[in-house]
């Protein structure tokens, strides 16, 4: 019963711990810190250059909204084949007057056209375009600041991993010494057969152990590679060897995160930057129901020049210069329901602006409370390795000397392993969570 106990406290240890390598498949690469893959997730990674190309695509739409402030300019010119001019002096039935004209003829010139007010449509645009674009830029601080966190949880996951390959290599060697002691014990006939079996046992299940989570180490290497931007199968290590800094993390209180939140965050940013797009597109709207006025210009060549009496087979030129003024009256009941639909949307911005605001600020709530409690999980975890490192001493000695059962034993051993395992898990959950925090208040 005791044997079958043991091996599914191993069976659990495995559930408890996600994928990554150890330092034997990495000497080939130059281990990288946390900040160095950050810089080359910045550059590589797919997603950021999706959103750098929005950004850029909206920058291009403002300098296509200017465009419509300059004039209109068009030239053109036909070339055509002139029937018979007949002019019905006494009415169609008459017999007409042949005026002589040319068979064919051209004309060529030009048109110019020039706004001058059109309710400010063309400006409030120009100014919609670069709300827009500022919109882009903070979905892409946003989604930068996403990447950022996804690549902190994949590489904390491979340096969980790589810890726990270590905890496990070491605690093989450690068995098999064991083992040959206890070997050596039963041919002394001081220990039973059976505590050589469950040494063996326990140091299969360590090394099946071994065996899953260095194919984990891999998968979590894949998976960092792909959130960096490189190929898959690229070599990949991490300074998984260095200590934890936990001074920095325990600065600051939520009121702080709280402080910096709405004027930092680019989730919040972006509902405002909402709020004003749709109270300019209500402008917007409105500005259908004002006068169009527009500065005009055009000269034409024709040939021949039939146009006004005296008729003529000669080369003519004429043009116009004015100012056009244009209502729409149409636009006074037909805008009625556009200008209503588009106050829905801008009421609707800011009832979902009040909505991030407090979804925000409950997510700051949780990322700091998660914080707070891997701060209290590694005090646990530290105090378990000091209580767990003496018991197994003791027990060890008390086997040693056939006071204590070999279950015993194992068991205190698989109970310290486990608390290095807690330890390491708590030690990078600190790290994930306040690397949430940052994310989340926008200064990750």
Do not use: C
Not at 87 to 111: A, E, H, R
Not at 217 to 235: F, P, S
Not at 277 to 291: I, Y
Not at 419 to 433: C, D, M, W
């Amino acid at each position: 019963m005791q044997r079958y106990k043991t091996t599914r406290i191993l069976s659990i240890l495995l559930l408890l711990f996600p994928y990554s390598i150890h330092a034997q498949y990495t000497e080939k690469a130059e281990p990288l810190s946390l900040e160095e893959i950050w810089k080359v997730a910045e550059m590589n990674n797919r997603q950021l250059k999706l959103s750098d190309l929005n950004h850029q695509q909206s920058k291009i739409e403002i300098l296509e909204a200017k465009d419509h402030l300059l004039p209109e300019l068009s030239v053109g010119g036909d070339v055509k084949l002139n029937s018979k001019f007949l002019i019905y002096d006494n009415g169609l039935f008459s017999s007409p007057q042949d005026v002589p004209v040319k068979g064919y003829g051209y004309g060529v010139g030009y048109n110019l056209n020039i706004n001058l007010y059109n309710g400010g449509k063309d400006k409030r645009n120009i100014d919609m375009k670069r709300e827009e674009e500022k919109r882009k830029q903070y979905e892409a601080d946003l989604q930068k600041h996403s990447v950022k966190y996804n690549t902190a949880v994949a590489y904390f996951d491979l340096y969980k991993l790589l810890h726990f390959y270590d905890f496990l290599h070491a605690e093989i060697d450690a068995e098999k010494k064991q083992l040959n002691l206890i070997e050596s014990l039963h041919k002394n006939g001081t220990v039973l057969k059976s505590d050589v079996l469950r040494t063996s046992m326990k140091l299969s299940q360590l090394e099946l152990s071994l065996s899953d989570v260095t194919k984990k180490i891999e998968i979590a290497k894949q998976h960092l590679n792909i959130l960096m931007g490189r190929e898959i199968d690229t070599e990949l290590a991490i300074k998984y060897r260095d200590i934890i800094e936990l001074n920095a993390i325990t600065d600051g209180d939520y009121n702080d995160y709280i402080d910096i939140v709405f004027n930092k965050s680019p989730a919040y940013k972006m509902v405002n930057s909402d709020i004003k797009w749709s109270e300019l597109n209500v402008k917007q709207m409105k500005a259908t129901r004002l006068p169009k006025v527009s500065l005009y210009a055009n000269y034409n060549y024709n040939y021949p020049q039939i146009s006004f009496y005296p008729y003529s087979n000669d080369l003519w030129g004429f043009g116009q210069t004015g100012i056009k003024l244009q209502y729409s009256i149409d636009n006074l009941y037909k805008s009625k329901h556009t200008i209503a639909h588009a106050q829905v949307v801008s009421s609707q911005a800011k009832e979902k602006a009040e909505m991030k605001k407090d979804e925000i600020a409950l997510q700051v709530k949780e990322a700091y409370l998660q914080q707070q409690q891997a701060l209290e999980s590694v005090e646990t975890a530290e105090k378990n390795i000091i209580r767990t490192t003496e018991t197994v001493r003791v027990i060890r000695s008390s086997y040693l000397n056939q006071e204590s059962l070999l279950t015993d034993l194992l068991e205190a051993e698989n109970a310290l392993l486990e608390a290095k395992f807690n330890l390491t898990t708590a030690q990078t959950n600190i790290r994930i969570a306040h690397v949430r925090l940052l994310a989340i208040v926008g200064i990750l």
